[in-house]
C-alpha cells in the first residue's frame, strides 16, 4: 500500500465508500429467488455509470455484462455473483437491517454482487486488459436453480473459464481460501413414507407402530456414515422432520420423515443412498411395515480443478499475500450451485475471510448473520487479478 500514489490511494478510498454503499442499499431490499426485480435495477445502474454493455432478465431476474479485452472474443473468463436472499427475518439490529419483513440477506449474496460491482469498475478503468470478462449476476442459488437456468439461457456461451466466491465468517478478514479439491458438499433431500397400523396405545400387539419403525430407521441411517463410509470423504445424513401421530392414546399408523445428503464425492453420494434404500427395505420387512422411500437431487459437489486453484491462489496472493492465500481448514458441507458451472467448464470457487477481529458472529441462514465489510473491497480486487491472471493464461493455450 505504501507504494500506491495519492491518486490511487483516494481512488482506493472513494471504492470502499462506494462498495459499502451499495452493498448496505442491497442489505435493506432483500429480494426472494427469481423475484430480484429491484436488486437486478441496482446492479443495472451501476453498470451504467461504468460504461457496461448487459443484457438483463437472463433467467428471468439475471444479468449478463460483458467488458472487451485483448484476447479472442470466443475465450471469456466469467465472473459469478450470486443475488438472492433467504425467507428469514433480520435480527440484526443493523442501522440498514431487511426493509422487506421475512427476507434477508442471511448469507452474503449482498456482499458477492457487490464484490462483482468493485470488480467491473476496476475491469473497467483497465484500458489492457487480456482477455475479455462476463460478469454474471445469477439468481436463485438459494434455491439450486439459478445456475442451471442460467446456463441454459446461454450465460456460458464463449465462456472457457468462471470464478467465483463466498464470504466465511470461520476466516479472518483478510485471507482467501483457495483449495484444490472439493469445497462444498451435493444436497439431496429424501423423504420416508411408513405406513404401519394404528391401534389404541393400551394394546400395541393389535397395531404396527410408526413411531418406533420411525425411530429405528432415524438411528439405523446414522450408522452409513459412521459404519459404512470412509473417514476420509466428509459426509453428512440429517433427518430434519419426524411427521407421526395424533394423540398421547393412540399408535400412529403412518408416519414421515424427511432428511438431507451430504457429501463431496459422487462414489460416495451414489452409496449413501442406495444403502439409505437398503435400510428402509430391511426395517419394513423386521416390523412388517411398509416403507417407501423417495430421493429429490440436490447440486452436485463444488470440486476445483488443481490447475484452476492455482491460478486462484496467484491471483489471492497478489492480493493478501501468500500468507494469507490459505485452504480449507476443515470440511465445508454447505451445497453451492456454482457445481453446475464447474460441470460445464473449468473453474474455481474461494471463500473470503470475513470475520472481523474479536467477533465470533453468526453462522449463515441465522437472522443475525453479518460480516466485515472490509471485506468488499479485498473481494472486488481478487476477482479483478485472477480475471487478469486467468486471461494471460487463456490466450497462451
Do not use: W
Not at 442471511?106 to 470478462?133: F, I, K, Y
Not at 470464478?163 to 444436497?187: E, K, L, Q, W
Not at 407421526?244 to 462414489?267: C, D, F, H, M, P
Amino acid at each position: 500500500m505504501n507504494g500506491l500514489s495519492a491518486k490511487a490511494k483516494e481512488e482506493d478510498r472513494q471504492l470502499h465508500e462506494r462498495l459499502i454503499s451499495i452493498r448496505r442499499d442491497l442489505h435493506q431490499h432483500p429480494e426472494l429467488a427469481f423475484q430480484e426485480t429491484r436488486t437486478a435495477k441496482r446492479i443495472c445502474r451501476e453498470l451504467d455509470r461504468l460504461g457496461i454493455p448487459y443484457q438483463s432478465g437472463v433467467a428471468e431476474t439475471g444479468i449478463v455484462a460483458d467488458i472487451p479485452g485483448r484476447g479472442d472474443d470466443s475465450k471469456k473468463i466469467a465472473l459469478r455473483a450470486d443475488i438472492d436472499a433467504l425467507p428469514i427475518h433480520e435480527e440484526t439490529e443493523l442501522p440498514f437491517s431487511s426493509q422487506n419483513d421475512g427476507v434477508m440477506h442471511a448469507c452474503g449474496h449482498d456482499g458477492h454482487t457487490t464484490m462483482v460491482l468493485g470488480a467491473a469498475e476496476l475491469l473497467a478503468r483497465d484500458d489492457d486488459l487480456p482477455a475479455p470478462v462476463r460478469l454474471l449476476f445469477q439468481p436463485a442459488e438459494e434455491r439450486g436453480a439459478g445456475a442451471k437456468a442460467m446456463i441454459a439461457a446461454g450465460a456460458l456461451e464463449n465462456v472457457s473459464m468462471i470464478f467465483g466466491g463466498h464470504v466465511d465468517r470461520h476466516y479472518p478478514t483478510g485471507t482467501i481460501v483457495t483449495h484444490a479439491g472439493a469445497v462444498n458438499a451435493s444436497t439431496d433431500m429424501f423423504r420416508i413414507e411408513i405406513r404401519g397400523k394404528g391401534g389404541h396405545a393400551a394394546r400395541p400387539h393389535e397395531s404396527i407402530d410408526s413411531v418406533v419403525v420411525g425411530s429405528l430407521l432415524v438411528m439405523a441411517l446414522q450408522t452409513i456414515v459412521s459404519r459404512e463410509v470412509n473417514p476420509a470423504h466428509p459426509s453428512v445424513i440429517t433427518v430434519g422432520r419426524f411427521d407421526a401421530g395424533t394423540a398421547s392414546n393412540v399408535i400412529a399408523g403412518r408416519a414421515e420423515l424427511e432428511g438431507t445428503i451430504r457429501t463431496q464425492e459422487n462414489s460416495v453420494r451414489d452409496h449413501v443412498i442406495a444403502s439409505l434404500r437398503r435400510i428402509c427395505e430391511s426395517v419394513g420387512l423386521l416390523h412388517n411395515a411398509e416403507i417407501s422411500m423417495s430421493v429429490r437431487e440436490g447440486v452436485p459437489p463444488v470440486i476445483n480443478p488443481p490447475a484452476m486453484a492455482d491460478i486462484a491462489r496467484r491471483a489471492a496472493s497478489n492480493v493478501v499475500g501468500p500468507d494469507y492465500a490459505v485452504p480449507l481448514h476443515t470440511a465445508n458441507m454447505g451445497g453451492e450451485d456454482f457445481s453446475y458451472y464447474l460441470e460445464s467448464i473449468r473453474g474455481c470457487y474461494v471463500r473470503f475471510g470475513a470475520r472481523e477481529e474479536g467477533r465470533e458472529g453468526y453462522p449463515a441462514h441465522s437472522s443475525q448473520f453479518d460480516f466485515d465489510e472490509n471485506v468488499l473491497p479485498i473481494g472486488a480486487n481478487y476477482f479483478y487479478r485472477v480475471a487478469r491472471i486467468a486471461g494471460a493464461i487463456l490466450q497462451e493455450e
